[in-house]
């Protein structure tokens, strides 16, 4: 049976795993009306062990169902991040035409090649299900694609491009580009690695994506996981907008781009098949920090996924930015709205979503609670500054005062939304082209907000737990 899903921090609105350790999302695939949600998970400790891979499913992307543990380690290794896809044509050959398999692909680590410091401990293998994802069958040939000798070589992100399959692999300090026809035979590419990149620690969880402008102008986006070295210190993802001719990923604009400039926010990556229809690019990251992850105050479980986001990509001034929207399936969980007059008000819920319009060139926002506890959002100048120094237990980890800091170079400010729940914050500034999302341990829920530098037409939306 279900856990009751109360203990003290437990997110009330968000994915965590039922019990014990979680990390990075993986396989998101849509199928047969289901959006499948895996996860690396170690389900004998709330600290990062052997991995497996944990598994959930949704059919709104806000409400999940947990499901049994999907992929086990076996001889070749731990279960590491990895994709999903349904391989509609079978063209592996690992089912039937009728009934074509979900295909993992995903990375073995093997932790004895690791331990006696042999470079080629991490290999790629993939796993099948026949059955709407409810059973994963090994491929017999595993590994499918061999290490040439390099101790980082993980995190396969597959999709579909033209005519083949395409591989994003992190390679150490550069992003390998392999393709295939059948998902089991893969032929190296490419290499993307340029000088000017982000190389603060190793490169982790690609992912690669065309996406349209309103305008209708297409680009690649990569994206790039790396720890530390994020620009709030730590795990951060950055991407890279350009081209993809179906072999090489060709980069437009020379600037190292960061998709979220709160300290929790790590490697994400997009849901596969998603019907044309639907048509977005749907997002989920892991709502941590390797700085502290290990260590966070809570109990039975360890950590949460973020929102789920929508990335649409923008143009400022000749330049792009991929911008992550909640999605819109989160106003389900509205039940009350309420306006909020004033420079203050109280909150009688503790899940809550707050849209504040700014109208002057500072602004500040306060949630806290009577303890004194709290965070504080800051304009000031062009920066963005989060800090949740007093926010409630804070004394795991000495990096987890800090404020974080976001350069805004001149985006003007139009709106500002916050989620907060039992144990994060999650700030879209002009529905996300710029966010921060933030994990606190309060020691009692916030029940205040004040603000100064916003027009007196806030709303308050309280919102429903999922549970
Ligand atoms: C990223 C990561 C991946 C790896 C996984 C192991 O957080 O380090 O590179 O596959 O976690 O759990």
């Given at each position: 049976?279900?856990?009751?899903?109360?203990?003290?921090?437990?997110?009330?609105?968000?994915?965590?795993?039922?019990?014990?350790?979680?990390?990075?999302?993986?396989?998101?695939?849509?199928?047969?009306?289901?959006?499948?949600?895996?996860?690396?998970?170690?389900?004998?400790?709330?600290?990062?062990?052997?991995?497996?891979?944990?598994?959930?499913?949704?059919?709104?992307?806000?409400?999940?169902?947990?499901?049994?543990?999907?992929?086990?380690?076996?001889?070749?290794?731990?279960?590491?991040?990895?994709?999903?896809?349904?391989?509609?044509?079978?063209?592996?050959?690992?089912?039937?035409?009728?009934?074509?398999?979900?295909?993992?692909?995903?990375?073995?680590?093997?932790?004895?090649?690791?331990?006696?410091?042999?470079?080629?401990?991490?290999?790629?293998?993939?796993?099948?299900?026949?059955?709407?994802?409810?059973?994963?069958?090994?491929?017999?040939?595993?590994?499918?694609?061999?290490?040439?000798?390099?101790?980082?070589?993980?995190?396969?992100?597959?999709?579909?491009?033209?005519?083949?399959?395409?591989?994003?692999?992190?390679?150490?300090?550069?992003?390998?580009?392999?393709?295939?026809?059948?998902?089991?035979?893969?032929?190296?590419?490419?290499?993307?690695?340029?000088?000017?990149?982000?190389?603060?620690?190793?490169?982790?969880?690609?992912?690669?994506?065309?996406?349209?402008?309103?305008?209708?102008?297409?680009?690649?986006?990569?994206?790039?996981?790396?720890?530390?070295?994020?620009?709030?210190?730590?795990?951060?993802?950055?991407?890279?907008?350009?081209?993809?001719?179906?072999?090489?990923?060709?980069?437009?604009?020379?600037?190292?781009?960061?998709?979220?400039?709160?300290?929790?926010?790590?490697?994400?990556?997009?849901?596969?098949?998603?019907?044309?229809?639907?048509?977005?690019?749907?997002?989920?990251?892991?709502?941590?920090?390797?700085?502290?992850?290990?260590?966070?105050?809570?109990?039975?479980?360890?950590?949460?996924?973020?929102?789920?986001?929508?990335?649409?990509?923008?143009?400022?001034?000749?330049?792009?930015?991929?911008?992550?929207?909640?999605?819109?399936?989160?106003?389900?969980?509205?039940?009350?709205?309420?306006?909020?007059?004033?420079?203050?008000?109280?909150?009688?819920?503790?899940?809550?979503?707050?849209?504040l319009t700014p109208n002057q060139e500072k602004f500040k926002v306060e949630i806290g609670n009577e303890k004194g506890e709290r965070v504080v959002l800051e304009k000031n100048g062009d920066q963005l500054v989060f800090d949740r120094s007093q926010s409630g237990i804070t004394d795991f980890h000495e990096a987890f005062s800090k404020p974080h800091t976001a350069p805004l170079n001149g985006l003007k400010i139009k709106d500002v939304r916050?989620?907060?729940?039992?144990?994060?914050?999650?700030?879209?500034?002009?529905?996300?082209?710029?966010?921060?999302?933030?994990?606190?341990?309060?020691?009692?829920?916030?029940?205040?907000?004040?603000?100064?530098?916003?027009?007196?037409?806030?709303?308050?939306?309280?919102?429903?737990?999922?549970?």
């Amino acid at each position: 049976s279900e856990p009751e899903f109360n203990e003290p921090f437990r997110p009330q609105y968000h994915f965590t795993p039922p019990a014990m350790w979680m990390n990075d999302p993986n396989g998101m695939v849509y199928h047969d009306g289901e959006y499948h949600l895996f996860y690396q998970h170690y389900p004998d400790s709330t600290v990062w062990g052997p991995m497996h891979w944990g598994h959930a499913v949704s059919e709104d992307l806000v409400h999940w169902e947990h499901l049994p543990v999907a992929i086990e380690p076996d001889e070749h290794g731990w279960i590491f991040s990895g994709s999903a896809v349904f391989d509609a044509d079978n063209t592996s050959g690992l089912a039937t035409e009728d009934n074509p398999p979900l295909v993992a692909i995903y990375t073995y680590h093997d932790p004895v090649g690791a331990e006696a410091k042999r470079d080629d401990f991490q290999t790629q293998g993939i796993a099948y299900s026949t059955d709407r994802g409810r059973n994963w069958l090994k491929y017999e040939g595993n590994p499918v694609l061999k290490n040439p000798g390099i101790r980082d070589f993980r995190d396969p992100k597959v999709s579909w491009v033209d005519d083949k399959w395409i591989m994003s692999l992190a390679v150490k300090d550069r992003i390998s580009f392999y393709s295939s026809p059948n998902l089991i035979d893969w032929t190296h590419e490419s290499d993307f690695n340029p000088s000017w990149a982000a190389y603060g620690g190793v490169w982790e969880c690609p992912d690669l994506f065309p996406l349209t402008t309103a305008g209708g102008e297409e680009k690649w986006v990569l994206f790039v996981s790396i720890n530390p070295g994020g620009p709030n210190g730590g795990s951060a993802t950055q991407y890279f907008i350009g081209d993809f001719d179906g072999k090489q990923f060709h980069v437009e604009s020379r600037e190292v781009k960061w998709l979220d400039y709160g300290a929790d926010n790590y490697a994400g990556v997009t849901w596969s098949n998603v019907p044309e229809e639907d048509g977005r690019r749907l997002f989920i990251g892991w709502m941590s920090n390797w700085t502290y992850a290990n260590i966070v105050p809570t109990e039975n479980w360890r950590s949460a996924n973020t929102v789920p986001r929508n990335l649409e990509l923008v143009e400022t001034n000749g330049d792009y930015l991929v911008a992550s929207r909640p999605v819109k399936e989160l106003d389900m969980l509205r039940n009350d709205t309420h306006k909020a007059e004033g420079s203050g008000f109280s909150l009688d819920h503790e899940l809550v979503e707050i849209l504040l319009t700014p109208n002057q060139e500072k602004f500040k926002v306060e949630i806290g609670n009577e303890k004194g506890e709290r965070v504080v959002l800051e304009k000031n100048g062009d920066q963005l500054v989060f800090d949740r120094s007093q926010s409630g237990i804070t004394d795991f980890h000495e990096a987890f005062s800090k404020p974080h800091t976001a350069p805004l170079n001149g985006l003007k400010i139009k709106d500002v939304r916050i989620y907060l729940d039992r144990s994060s914050v999650e700030v879209f500034i002009n529905d996300g082209e710029l966010v921060m999302t933030e994990v606190i341990f309060p020691t009692e829920h916030y029940n205040r907000v004040s603000l100064s530098g916003f027009s007196a037409d806030s709303q308050v939306h309280y919102l429903n737990s999922i549970w």
